[in-house]
């Protein structure tokens, strides 16, 4: 029931689905509490939003490694419009002189398509699910969707917060298998 005032807002949002609210303590006293309402407020929009596009990265930092030198080969896995998206943001981006790389141009379900044609959800089709919902929030948040007005929608996010964690540590962990050559 009890809480740290400053500890880490995801920390609620792991379990917020098994315990809907917190007494937050500072020091020996109550000083406020969160509830599961709180779930759609701006500083849960922040927090998703940064582990998202931590996974985000690191799915490209795989890609990347995965492909070592041939940049660009993971394009072949997508269709000719998701290409010719790809190739418009890119002459854009280089025009801007901000261009990295064509993947930094790549949306996320083009990232994870790419990333299932290489190989990396191979006997792992549950994987592969976890990145689409994960995929469906991290829209819903860039474009400021409401996600969670309802308690049973707030109550979907605790599980796609944990579940957020687990493929974090997987790619981190297919990240340095590909370092060692055996993606």
């Given amino acids: 029931m009890f809480m740290a005032s400053n500890a880490p807002l995801i920390s609620f949002l792991e379990s917020a689905d098994q315990q809907r609210f917190r007494f937050l303590l500072e020091e020996h006293k109550v000083s406020g509490m969160v509830t599961l309402s709180d779930v759609q407020k701006l500083p849960v929009y922040s927090v998703l939003f940064g582990l998202l596009i931590a996974i985000e990265i690191l799915l490209m930092d795989w890609i990347r490694k995965t492909l070592g030198a041939d940049r660009d080969a993971w394009l072949c896995q997508l269709n ?38 290489l190989g990396l959800f191979k006997g792992d089709d549950g994987r592969q699910q976890s990145f689409k919902a994960l995929r469906t929030l991290r829209n819903q948040i860039c474009h400021a969707m409401e996600f969670a007005l309802t308690p049973e929608q707030a109550l979907t996010i605790p599980a796609l917060v944990r579940d957020a964690e687990a493929v974090a540590t997987w790619l981190q962990e297919r990240i340095g298998d590909a370092q060692r050559g055996g993606s």
């Fill in 80 to 117: 000719v419009g998701q290409r010719s998206s790809i190739d418009k943001h890119w002459k854009r981006a280089t025009k801007s002189n901000i261009a990295i790389d064509r993947l930094s141009c790549a949306s996320f379900g083009q990232e994870i398509r790419a990333a299932s044609g």
